[in-house]
């Protein structure tokens, strides 16, 4: 100790002696700066505190001069509490100057009353203005739990929300319906993202559209993973929680999505667990791009749960499209809200009950009632184009294609039916090989690939063109458990991009040509950037060729937008994200529809697809309207669901209604759904 304080008054001896009130002072001006920067950081109401503080000092330091300054005049104060009094009310009000007299009094009375300007003026509208915008902030952030019933919950943020938003404040019948069953009178979209900022928020109000929307959709900041975030979106009391795949674009990334996407769905069970709200929990609508780990999300969840297999259900609209010209039209329609003719799902009505099927569809002049809804063990199978002898039960739900919901009601007195008795069915024709050119690679080319080899009647024989080394191509279809015996693959590794390249896979040899949204792009404007290059390059190199001599060209984009870009009548074309956004939307509003998607857009047991006039007896020349075009098909276990003339240029009418008719002419197709 000794030696210590040694030390410090040498160190001390050699200083200047007009720095020693220096260092005494610095200390304890520091450490009142910083009382005053903690107490300013505590927030609005310690600022607050601070500003009458310093408006009390101001107060009372020009009360005191005025009460000296008085002193002995006609103006002297009383005692000094009149004084402050007197400062206080010059300083929050500077109408008071012209009762002074005296010029010291007055001299007072300024001062005090120009510091009331700035402190009243600035610091506490500063003060103030600042707790304001931070209070916003706040609440922009979305860190304030909400307080809701039978509201929809939409997790984590993706390219695809705004459609899928959009597309369910649009299907206003659909969106009526669900808010009667779940005892709602409006319906809330409660969207949790990791960070909600205004960017984002602009972004998403600006495609939804602002005007009308603007009340039915709360932001809130947060993670799945975290029970107090979920708490914040009032989770137990939701109708349902949609869970859209995130954006990812090689396989590697989607598989990451996948896991990320499992890991939510058991940490919401296992908080539906921890808070005892198992009873009646929310429906889950998940999207997962591997359709083999559906399995593990079904038995993840403690409730009612739908698994939307992203991927897959791309993969096998594509792969129809490759088989049958002009079925993406029928996908887009059924898929697109809006644009004509949806898929629509209601309950049998009092005297349904015991009706035969087909002859029930005879009722529905404006509706294409095409299978029924039955609950078999705790799951809801969807019974497409049922046998001709199905009776409906009171617990069966229609499934129909309609423009209105309406048009699925059946009349109080229906017709008589002139329903026949079905004949034999018609033999599926034997289709010749198929040569398919595939531009630029994706992780939904195993998927695709196996979808083809699942075509028992039909042979392809497939290039994969594509800058990705072939190794990991075989790598990945490997992985995937491609073993193809019907589809023969060739690699070739290229730049799609360069006309020269592009030119020498001699594409005008093949039949059809399938351009997909590139994994190796980096962005999702940059795939279709190299879609829409190929589908260029590809309309030059065919410039010359007569139009039934042209192969088909079928492109996958993932912006509407760029629908503009390309001519619909030279190719076909799928928006991927548009269509996966309809399919969660509507799986959310009428959960049944996720079975019957699932079995309606492949070539499982039952498939759509075309057939030629020619084969259902109907000769060439001769005048048909829809309901004899329904009556034959019906008779061999078949539902007509719309005519393609020859040529196709406007696409298939979808449900035409009876009454349309039509010349025949070879080459005319019948739009059927078939076994």
Not at 120 to 131: C, K, M, P
Not at 386 to 391: E, F, M, S, V
Not at 614 to 631: H, K
Not at 651 to 664: C, F, I, K
């Amino acid at each position: 100790m000794h030696r210590v304080e040694t030390k410090r008054a040498q160190s001390l001896r050699g200083l200047n002696p007009f720095e020693l009130p220096r260092m005494v002072i610095s200390p304890f001006r520091n450490r009142v700066w910083f009382i005053v920067e903690r107490l300013l950081l505590s927030g609005t109401l310690a600022r607050l505190a601070v500003g009458a503080a310093l408006i009390g000092a101001v107060a009372v330091v020009g009360g005191l001069a005025g009460f000296v300054v008085a002193a002995g005049t006609e103006q002297a104060f009383g005692h000094p509490g009149e004084a402050i009094w007197w400062a206080f009310l010059r300083l929050s009000d500077p109408g008071y100057l012209g009762d002074d007299v005296g010029t010291g009094l007055r001299v007072v009375s300024t001062l005090v009353t120009v510091a009331g300007y700035v402190l009243f003026l600035g610091v506490l509208v500063a003060i103030l203005t600042q707790g304001l915008n931070e209070a916003i902030r706040r609440l922009e952030m979305g860190l304030t739990p909400i307080s809701a019933r039978h509201h929809i919950i939409i997790l984590g943020w993706s390219k695809r929300l705004p459609g899928l938003v959009r597309n369910m404040l649009e299907s206003e019948q659909r969106l009526l319906r669900f808010l009667q069953r779940v005892g709602a009178r409006k319906l809330k979209l409660v969207l949790l993202w990791e960070e909600v900022s205004p960017a984002l928020t602009a972004d998403l109000m600006g495609e939804v559209g602002v005007s009308r929307n603007t009340g039915r959709i709360i932001l809130r900041s947060g993670s799945p993973l975290r029970l107090d975030h979920l708490n914040r979106v009032d989770y137990l009391r939701a109708s349902a929680i949609v869970l859209p795949a995130e954006n990812h674009r090689s396989a590697d990334g989607a598989s990451r999505s996948d896991n990320s996407a499992l890991k939510t769905i058991l940490s919401i069970s296992n908080s539906l667990t921890l808070a005892g709200a198992t009873e009646f929990p929310p429906l889950l609508v998940a999207e997962l791009f591997d359709a083999r780990k559906i399995p593990i999300a079904l038995h993840s969840y403690r409730g009612p749960i739908e698994v939307v297999a992203g991927d897959e259900v791309v993969s096998r609209m594509l792969a129809q499209m490759v088989r049958h010209p002009r079925i993406g039209d029928v996908y887009r329609e059924l898929l697109t809200h809006g644009l004509g003719n949806e898929i629509f799902v209601r309950g049998c009505e009092a005297g349904m009950a015991g009706r035969e099927f087909w002859r029930l569809a005879e009722a529905l002049p404006g509706a294409l009632l095409v299978g029924v809804a039955r609950l078999e063990d705790g799951r809801v199978r969807p019974l497409l184009n049922p046998p001709p002898d199905l009776r409906l039960t009171a617990d069966d739900k229609l499934i129909y294609i309609a423009a209105r919901w309406e048009a699925g009601e059946p009349p109080a007195s229906p017709p008589e039916p002139v329903w026949e008795k079905p004949a034999t069915r018609l033999d599926a024709l034997a289709r010749d090989d198929v040569r398919i050119l595939v531009l630029g690679w994706s992780r939904r080319l195993p998927a695709f690939l196996q979808e083809l080899e699942s075509y028992t009647n039909q042979r392809f024989e497939v290039t994969l063109a594509s800058r990705m080394a072939v190794d990991e191509r075989e790598r990945q279809l490997r992985a995937y458990g491609v073993r193809p015996e019907r589809v023969r693959i060739r690699h070739v590794e290229t730049d799609c991009t360069v006309p020269d390249q592009l030119a020498a896979l001699e594409p005008a040899a093949h039949d059809v040509a399938l351009c997909l949204a590139s994994d190796l792009a980096e962005t999702d404007e940059a795939a279709d950037a190299r879609t829409l290059v190929e589908h260029a390059i590809l309309q030059e190199l065919w410039g010359a060729l007569p139009e039934d001599k042209r192969p088909r060209l079928v492109l996958e984009l993932l912006d509407e937008l760029n629908v503009a870009l390309i001519d619909p009548a030279r190719c076909e074309y799928l928006i991927s994200p548009q269509v996966l956004s309809h399919m969660l939307g509507q799986v959310a509003l009428r959960r049944e529809l996720n079975s019957v998607f699932e079995q309606l857009f492949n070539s499982g047991a039952t498939e759509i697809t075309f057939r030629n006039v020619l084969r259902y007896g109907v000769a060439a020349g001769e005048r048909i309207g829809f309901a004899r075009l329904q009556s034959l098909a019906r008779r061999h276990h078949e539902i007509a669901l719309g005519y393609l003339p020859a040529g196709g240029e406007g696409g298939p009418s979808l449900n035409p209604g009876p009454r349309a008719e039509w010349t025949v002419a070879d080459g005319d197709r019948l739009v059927v759904l078939r076994n």
